[in-house]
């Protein structure tokens, strides 16, 4: 059973665990879930793979990693507008689908409103990276860290709280 939390933990795309528990039993996996779902939230956190407001990233933390109702749907929205891949709106609709069936077409408006902000926050944080010489500069001094730290948590800043 370890084993398949530390595996579910270990893959970014939420949204493919389903295929890596086929064949476990329906008890243990939705105990695989329940256990992989804090540590994969605490790695994508730490590794800023989540676009989260950062009062949001504080309360999962006082929660040990586990996110409520409201805070799923914001990981949901982070997971959809991270997406760069040509398959994307695939994905998306994919993702859709399987909220949908699960949770309603309420939850699925919720988590499509807030992919909008999140998609502003992930081109902010890309723009921050554009390869220029200060991008270079500043990721190379403390000064220009921090700077940089800062502009990160900005553009955080600009995805909903609530």
Known sequence: MQELINKLSNIDALDTWKMHV???PKSEAAIAYQKA??????????NNQLLLHPEIIRQLRSQNWIPDDLQIRMIWASIIAS?????????????KESIQKRYGNDWWEDVYKRIKPAFAA???IKNMHSGSITTYFLSNTIMGRGMLHDEYFA???MIPSK
Do not use: H, N
Request: charged share 40%; aromatic share 12%; hydrophobic share 40%.
């Open 83 to 95: 997406d760069e891949s040509r398959f994307s709106k695939k994905r998306m609709y994919r993702i």
């Open 37 to 46: 779902q804090p540590l994969w939230v605490e790695r994508m956190i730490a």
């Open 155 to 157: 553009a955080l800043r």
């Open 22 to 24: 086929a064949g476990y």
């Open 122 to 124: 992930k081109q902010r």
